[in-house]
Antibody, heavy 118, light 111 residues
Framework: EVQLVESGGGLVQPGGSLRLSCVAS????????MNWVRQAPGKGLEWVSY????????YYADSVKGRFTISRDKFRNSLYLQMDSLRDEDTAVYYC???????????WGQGALVTVSS | QSALTQPASVSGSPGQSITISCTGT?????????VSWYQQHPGKAPKLMIY???NRPSGVSNRFSGSKSGNTASLTISGLQAEDEAAYYC???????????FGGGTKLTVL
């Protein structure tokens, strides 16, 4: 059974850092492209970042470019999102998702809540 | 403000058909056949319903169908059922500095 489990969310002050993890089971994460998508409380979905299966293509939303870094560890079958210089507007539930196409995600994690507040 | 425009809400009675539109530009919806649709129930993760404009993932009911004309993509749900009540989001590839964009979401109410 395919599963994605995020962890690492929590409360952080503006300007702080946090690292989200997404552990995959039931498939080999490095064989698939992956996305991070977030959802602010009561708001819609916002795409954050993409990494291709080969790792050769990485993209970020303008809103996080230069502050967030996506990475992958094939030995741990895990995806990561390093988030630095966090802002109030980064407060959201962050989902990792397996991509069947760049915009088509067939499996999603349960989400990790990140709250940026002083 | 979302890159793709969706109606905030639509409604229909059980058994009826409804269509949700998703309007973009030639740089996204109109320029590529990379449009996906997601269903999201409150407190749950999104579920992929349609990808590449009109393809259904395995396990998704054939009551859900997708299409595109010009810069507007559409999701049609036929034979509405109570469990279809949810928020629906479209997403498209975009030839821009942010290559994946979402619509603002449409709340479907089954009357």
């Amino acid at each position: 059974e395919v599963q994605l489990v995020e962890s690492g969310g929590g409360l952080v002050q503006p300007g702080g850092s946090l690292r989200l993890s997404c552990v995959a089971s039931g498939f080999t994460l490095s064989s698939y492209s992956m996305n991070w998508v977030r959802q602010a409380p009561g708001k819609g979905l916002e795409w954050v970042s993409y990494i291709s299966s080969a790792g050769s293509s990485i993209y970020y939303a303008d809103s996080v470019k230069g502050r967030f870094t996506i990475s992958r560890d094939k030995f741990r079958n895990s995806l990561y999102l390093q988030m630095d210089s966090l802002r109030d507007e980064d407060t959201a539930v962050y989902y990792c998702a397996r991509a069947v196409t760049m915009v088509g995600n067939d499996y999603w994690g349960q989400g990790a809540l990140v709250t940026v507040s002083s | 403000q979302s890159a793709l425009t969706q109606p905030a809400s639509v409604s229909g009675s059980p058994g009826q058909s409804i269509t949700i539109s998703c309007t973009g530009t030639t740089s996204d919806v109109g320029g590529y056949n990379y449009v996906s649709w997601y269903q999201q129930h409150p407190g749950k993760a999104p579920k992929l319903m349609i990808y590449d404009v009109s393809n259904r993932p395995s396990g998704v009911s054939n009551r859900f169908s997708g299409s595109k004309s010009g810069n507007t993509a559409s999701l049609t749900i036929s034979g509405l059922q109570a469990e279809d009540e949810a928020a629906y989001y479209c997403s498209s590839y975009s030839f821009s500095s942010t290559p994946v964009v979402f619509g603002g979401g449409t709340k479907l109410t089954v009357l």
